[in-house]
């Protein structure tokens, strides 16, 4: 039976997205924040299967908070391995495009595995494949240590910033608007980001870079860390145009992985865009091995 998700099914919802996702960090501190701290107007909805006391089936949606438009949207399902061919993802998926089709969303992005019968399913529901991601780790106690910033350039934690987070807010909204993929983030607020990055308690502030100019960020390389298991993954790494072609993507990323190394973390999950030329040659330089592939696909309606 399909019921509303709430707050006390973190734990078993995160449990379900670990055995789902290998690729990820998911925590169900993470999984409880971004479910309390939803805003009511981005509609965010979730929904569980339970069997034999677990949860085998869950589905989210709401409106995309960082999109220019409000009729963009996001959507995530997952069905446990051994539940499969039961019919819990169409049920979800039914319920699911209800509430968005009720909520306006007229462009849902979605990512999966790429698996094929995964991809069957997301191209049953409707959705047209818009790219392609591949997984890779690296343990950072074997990343070389980074050398010495380039003059005029000091590397700080995020966390240095707990003062006035809007500084590095302006960086990284710089730094990320070309990202590859089929996400738009020009709607990005300060408001949207310090609840849905800076607040999130998978980030890691003081494992997360900052470069920094004359005092003023100008590149940011994010970490989400699990540090009971060991764990984390990147998030993104970007700099600023003006400051691109220098190095610093890769000294950010190396500054973390040594960090995290000195942090207990023993693996570190990245999730790199096949046209992101740049950070396929970053991450083959740090020693990220491929271990996975995923896709994101576009419902437009």
């Known amino acids: 039976m399909i019921r509303s998700a709430t707050l006390d099914d973190s734990q078993r919802v995160a449990a379900l997205l670990t055995t789902v996702f290998d690729d990820r960090v998911i925590t169900a501190a993470g999984m409880r924040y971004r479910r309390e701290s939803a805003p009511l107007e981005d509609r965010v909805e979730s ?3 339970e069997r034999g006391g677990g949860i085998v089936g869950w589905a989210v949606g709401g409106l995309d908070a960082f999109a220019p ?8 399902l997952s069905v446990h391995p051994e539940h499969r061919g039961e019919g819990i993802g169409r049920a979800l998926w039914d319920g699911l495009s209800a509430h968005l089709e009720e909520i306006g969303a007229r462009r849902i992005v979605a990512h999966s ?7 069957a399913f997301v191209v049953r529901c409707g959705f ?3 790219g392609t991601h591949t997984g890779l780790a690296v343990d950072p106690g074997t990343v070389v240590a980074p050398p010495p910033p380039p003059p005029g350039i000091e590397v700080a934690t995020l966390g240095s910033f707990a003062c006035d987070p809007r500084r590095v807010f302006v960086a990284d909204y710089e730094s990320f608007l070309d990202e590859p993929g089929p996400g738009d983030v020009s709607g990005m607020t300060y408001d949207t980001w310090r609840r849905l990055t800076w607040d999130n308690p998978e980030c890691d502030r003081e494992l997360c870079t900052v470069a920094v100019a004359d005092g003023v960020p100008v590149g940011i390389s994010f970490l ?3 540090r009971s298991t060991g ?5 993104g790494t970007g700099v600023t145009p003006a400051f691109r072609g220098r190095g610093l993507g890769l000294l950010m990323k190396q500054v973390s992985l040594s960090r995290a190394a000195a942090a207990g973390i023993t693996r570190v999950i990245t999730q790199n865009d096949d046209t992101n030329a740049p950070m396929v040659a970053i991450n083959e330089r740090l020693g990220y091995t491929p271990f996975s592939t995923g896709h994101s696909w576009v419902l437009e309606r």
């Open 69 to 76: 438009v409000r009729t963009t949207a996001f959507a995530g």
């Open 224 to 226: 989400e860390a699990d």
């Open 128 to 130: 047209k494949l818009e």
């Open 231 to 235: 764990r984390a993954v990147n998030v």
């Open 47 to 49: 929904w569980v299967v």
């Open 113 to 119: 595995r790429a698996d094929t019968d995964t991809k």
